[in-house]
């Protein structure tokens, strides 16, 4: 199978950093994509990664090992506004599409 | 502008009606994807077309026929609804498998 496993749940104060992790089963996946859905909202897209390493995007970053089948997507200087579900997604090039995990729910408090 | 609009974004009906959701992206994008989003919130994939052509056609009760007009319409049909058919159906559209893809804001399908 893809499986792809993430925390349910995690909790942070505003103006802290939180890192949420993501881990794949290596075969099959060209590549990560991290998604932000607020409640009630559609997902949008946060960050794609395909080689190893780190992409910064402002408060954001996201860092993929494809050999050991590893993501994470750094937060920083939370605000209450980024209290959302965070939806890892790697994309599978032999099917040609997204295979998303079941969300990390993400609470900021004050 | 909105880039990916479908409607509509509630559907309240009863069980064994059938039932249309519409689907217009103004992005220019090749490909289109249909998703349902469960209480669970896991969102699963369903089907995607490529330039009118599908491409993805997971297991699912075909009972749901997408339908592609031209490539910046799909439409999801639904016969004789079911109470498990209640979820979250979103639309998407991406440039092709592998670029970011831009959802729609949802329809919201409850069964009675």
């Known amino acids: 199978g893809q499986n792809i496993d993430q925390p349910t749940e995690m909790t942070a104060t505003e103006g802290a950093i939180v890192q949420i992790n993501c881990t794949y089963q290596?075969?099959?996946?060209?590549?990560l994509f991290w998604y932000q859905q607020h409640a009630g909202e559609a997902p949008t897209f946060l960050s794609y990664?395909?080689?190893?390493g780190l992409e910064e995007k402002g408060r954001f970053s996201s860092f993929l090992s494809r050999s050991k089948g590893y993501s994470y997507l750094l937060l920083k200087e939370l605000q209450m506004k980024d209290s959302a579900s965070y939806l890892c997604?790697?994309?599978?090039?032999?099917?040609?599409?997204?295979?998303f995990g079941a969300g990390t729910r993400l609470a900021v408090h004050p | 502008d909105t880039a990916v609009s479908q409607t509509p974004k509630y559907l309240v009906t009863q069980m064994g009606n059938d039932k249309s959701i519409k689907c217009e992206q103004n992005?220019?994008?090749?490909?289109m994807y249909w998703y349902k989003q469960d209480s669970k919130k896991f969102l699963k994939i369903m089907f995607s077309?490529?330039?009118?052509?599908?491409?993805i056609n997971e297991t699912v009760p075909n009972r749901f026929s997408p339908k592609s007009p031209d490539k910046a319409h799909l439409n999801l049909h639904i016969n004789s609804l079911e109470l498990g058919d209640s979820a979250v159906y979103f639309c998407?559209?991406?440039?092709?498998?592998?670029?970011?893809?831009?959802f729609g804001d949802g329809t919201r399908l409850s069964i009675l």
């Open positions: 992005l220019g994008h090749d490909t």
């Open positions: 290596t075969s099959g996946f060209n590549g």
């Open positions: 990664n395909v080689l190893d």
């Open positions: 998407a559209s991406s440039q092709d498998g592998s670029q970011p893809q831009h």
């Open positions: 077309y490529n330039n009118k052509e599908l491409i």
């Open positions: 997604a790697g994309f599978s090039g032999g099917y040609n599409k997204l295979i």
